[in-house]
């Protein structure tokens, strides 16, 4: 292992030798080379122009107190998603163009193309980059003049804080505006589709019929009624004739002993015709003339009082004895005979009822063809008006939240920018600047005589001894041929060093003076 590391650090320092040797042969080529380089390298420096960085941070907090408050009660939209839009956004031509006719930037010369040249090199220039994983945002600028640079960041900061609050402001009111044309264009459609159902209901009031049932539901509803009628008329007739037939297998007169004399007819008439009076009463106050019950009533009004007169005139042909001997004076048959007139009255009452829900019967029924068409139109007329009526319900509830959410504007910013870090210029150029361009170009100048020589060496190569002549050839070398210095040749290659080494300390003097010039002074030129 230890002869290996001392034959390869043996062969490294031969490799140094022969490198040194070779650059020696040719130093004149490196000096050269040195030379031209540095003047190349401290033209090239000199025409550079360091360019400093202006920087700021900006934090955007769309987490306020409001926000949770007003959850449910206004429209919010995603602050976050819109301030992001907002920083991809900003470096457009037209607010950059605001940016290059503010005075104090100094940017507008007034020649058009000069101004659309700056506003294009900015809108590559100004970068605003998200940073972190909250809402931070750097806006930084890279440019010749420090001062500009800064004034121009802190510029490009107020636009992202004006942007900001001024494009949420104007989407609300913009909002505002397009629900309220809504609004009336939904009312317009709201009166028109009301006008449309009150007139369709208004032409078809009778086949309709104004209730929330269908035509099958009326049908079987009126049919129910009419079922029931037959059923309570058929009831109220077989009352009446087993009243009838009771009255018929009833005396009507009393034991003379018995008898509660002859006024007692006359009073409990006249009693029944007060009675049905004032049934007659109290219908008319709850029904026309051409109510059946109205018109059934007034039949045994007239009825009770015609028997009345009949009774008064039969009095009188007979006298008081006659009376006596021919009125019915039994209270059992008196009260037959008012039961039978009372079935009477509810036999006819059920009669009109039942002829009157008939017609109607038969009038949904003979209406069968056209019901269900009128009743599908109703539907949709309904159905039209329940969504334009919904949608303009929603659009006022919208508008409501509209307006909180101006007011909310107004009075206060859902999203709050916070400059976290002022914008500033650090005293140095960015990398690489012109002091290290200079020391870099010092090296460069070095290396590049240094590669020259090893260049023209492999294109052009010398063999110093015969190891490497053989090493190159490949073959064996035959014999040396040495060559003998004069005093003369000695002086002369002494003078030959001297001038060399002289010119190469002039370039290396010249090439680090100027490059610590320029590190001490970087603008000058």
């Known amino acids: 292992m230890g002869v290996c590391v001392n034959n390869a650090l043996e062969t490294f320092v031969i490799g140094i030798r022969r490198h040194r040797d070779l650059v020696w042969r040719r130093r004149w080529l490196v000096l050269a080379t040195m030379g031209v380089v540095g003047v190349g390298s401290a033209i090239g420096v000199s025409m550079f122009q360091d360019q400093y960085q202006a920087t700021a941070r900006v934090y955007v907090n769309t987490q306020t107190v409001l926000k949770p408050l007003m959850q449910s009660l206004t429209f919010q939209p995603d602050i976050d998603q819109q301030v992001s839009m907002l920083a991809r956004t900003l470096i457009s031509r037209p607010n950059v163009e605001k940016l290059v006719a503010d005075p104090s930037l100094e940017l507008d010369h007034g020649n058009l193309a000069d101004r659309d040249r700056v506003v294009t090199r900015l809108m590559s220039d100004i970068k605003i980059t998200p940073s972190g994983s909250g809402n931070l945002y750097d806006v930084s600028y890279r440019g010749a003049n420090p001062e500009l640079a800064r004034r121009l960041v802190a510029a490009t900061v107020g636009l992202f804080v004006d942007s900001g609050s001024g494009d949420k402001k104007r989407d609300s009111q913009e909002a505002r505006t397009f629900i309220d044309e809504q609004i009336r264009v939904y009312e317009g459609k709201l009166v028109e589709a009301e006008n449309r159902l009150k007139e369709f209901k208004v032409r078809n009031f009778g086949v309709t019929g104004v209730s929330n049932q269908d035509y099958f539901s009326r049908v079987s509803a009126l049919t129910e009624e009419v079922s029931k009628l037959r059923v309570d008329l058929n009831a109220a007739e ?29 009073g409990s008439m006249a009693a029944r015709i007060d009675e049905q009076r004032r049934v007659l009463d109290e219908l008319l106050r709850r029904y026309t003339d051409e109510h059946p019950d109205v018109v059934n009533a007034r039949r045994v009004l007239a009825q009770l009082e015609a028997e009345a007169q009949r009774k008064k005139a039969e009095e009188q042909a007979l006298g008081k004895s006659g009376l006596a001997n021919g009125a019915a004076t039994s209270p059992v048959y008196q009260k037959l005979r008012i039961a039978i007139a ?3 009255a509810l036999v006819a009452s059920l009669h009109s009822q039942l002829a009157a829900k008939q017609v109607l019967l038969d009038q949904v029924r003979a209406d069968a063809g056209r019901q269900p068409q009128v009743e599908a139109e109703l539907a949709q007329l309904n159905r039209d008006y329940d969504i334009i009526r919904k949608n303009y319900d929603t659009m006022v509830a919208r508008r409501e939240s509209a307006a909180l959410g101006v007011k909310l504007d107004e009075s206060s910013q859902l999203a709050e920018f916070k400059v976290v870090e002022p914008p500033r210029v650090p005293p140095t150029p960015v990398f690489p600047g012109k002091a290290r361009l200079a020391l870099l170009a010092l090296l460069l100048s070095l290396v590049s005589g240094v590669a020259a020589a090893i260049a023209a060496d492999l294109l052009w190569p010398t063999f110093a001894d015969k190891e490497s002549l053989r090493q190159f050839t490949g073959r064996p070398v035959l014999g040396t041929l040495s060559t003998l210095t004069t005093d003369a040749g000695l002086a002369r290659q002494r003078t030959g060093n001297l001038r060399f080494g002289l010119l190469l300390t002039l370039v290396v003097v010249a090439q680090a003076t100027w490059a610590v010039l320029t590190a001490l002074h970087p603008h000058a030129r």
């Open 342 to 344: 009372e079935s009477e």
């Open 238 to 266: 077989q009352s009446r004739d087993t009243y009838r037939r009771e009255l018929v297998s009833e005396n009507p007169q009393l034991p003379l002993d018995l008898a509660p004399g002859a006024a007692a007819a006359p």
